[in-house]
């Protein structure tokens, strides 16, 4: 497999190296640990770390990376929308990208406006959304590629997601083999540190085994249906109601291949 972070290095700087020594690979580790090594996340500030999550040893491989401005205007244009469930585009990674994403931002941008903008208003307001929706839509295509040379998917499932409430706030393991995730905005997915036993619904889990992930990280995580011996990551979405309302939006992206598990 080509580096996954050929080319990426000029618009994804690498943050400074992780602290958590028990999350993070240490120096000279092999690309792929053996079987019988103790379960481990991969983190990093380079997308080659994603590649790790194909270990068996690894349930959970995060790519570290810095927020990015020139998606601000798309971002922001989503959580000014409508709520009326995710976004949804299947196809290869570019083109199920730049449909995803042209779709919701058009349909924000309308709704938001609504009723009182003229036909010329529309128009304006269309074309603004689609200016808006270039950077955004690069960035998933990235991502979806990625998602593409570890799963050897060229037919991808992509959802893009506006989410307000605490769905998915059990933790859990995904009936999937792998699937990628990206928080662009607000409060980002919580996930165990490998060992102990899962927490039963509604249990609260051990507080230091608890991590989460930052805005506009990159997980891939492994599922219940990835192959023998090797084990998922646990992790859920972030409880959100007991914060203000002003503070509880995130934005979501999954990445998946087609009839995949929840």
């Given at each position: 497999m080509p580096p996954l972070d050929a080319g990426l290095a000029a618009s994804h700087p690498a943050p400074a190296p992780e602290a958590d020594?028990?999350?993070?690979?240490?120096?000279?580790?092999?690309?792929?640990?053996?079987?019988?090594?103790?379960?481990?996340?991969?983190?990093?500030?380079?997308?080659?770390?994603?590649?790790?999550?194909?270990?068996p040893a690894t349930p959970i491989a995060i790519w570290r990376r810095p927020p990015r401005a020139a998606l601000d205007p798309a971002l922001d244009l989503l959580l000014a929308g409508p709520r009326?469930?995710?976004h949804l585009a299947e196809g290869a990674p570019a083109a199920a990208a730049s449909a995803l994403v042209a779709s919701a931002l058009v349909a924000?941008?309308?709704?938001?406006?609504?009723?009182?903008?003229?036909?010329?208003?529309?128009?304006?307001?269309?074309?603004?959304?689609?200016?808006?929706?270039?950077?955004?839509?690069?960035?998933?295509?990235?991502l979806a590629g990625i998602y593409t040379r570890l799963t050897g998917h060229v037919h991808l499932r992509l959802k893009l997601e506006v989410v307000e409430d605490d769905a998915c706030r059990f933790w859990h393991v995904d009936r999937v083999a792998l699937r990628l995730l990206c928080t662009y905005r607000g409060p980002a997915t919580e996930w165990l540190r490998p060992g102990g036993q899962m927490?039963?619904?509604?249990?609260a889990a051990e507080g230091r085994r608890v991590r989460r992930l930052a805005p506009f990280d990159v997980a891939v995580m492994k599922g219940t249906g990835f192959?023998?011996?090797?084990?998922?990551?646990?992790?859920?979405?972030?409880?959100?109601?007991?914060?203000?309302?002003?503070?509880?939006?995130?934005?979501?992206?999954v990445v998946d291949a087609p009839a995949c598990g929840c």
């Open positions: 020594p028990v999350a993070s690979p240490g120096a000279g580790a092999p690309a792929f640990a053996p079987a019988a090594a103790p379960l481990a996340a991969a983190i990093a500030g380079r997308p080659s770390v994603l590649a790790r999550a194909l270990a009326r469930g995710p924000s941008a309308l709704v938001a406006s609504a009723p009182a903008v003229s036909a010329p208003a529309a128009s304006a307001l269309v074309a603004s959304a689609l200016a808006a929706a270039d950077p955004l839509s690069a960035d998933i295509a990235l927490p039963g619904p509604g249990a192959a023998p011996g090797h084990a998922g990551v646990a992790h859920r979405s972030p409880p959100v109601s007991h914060l203000p309302r002003a503070r509880r939006a995130r934005i979501l992206l």
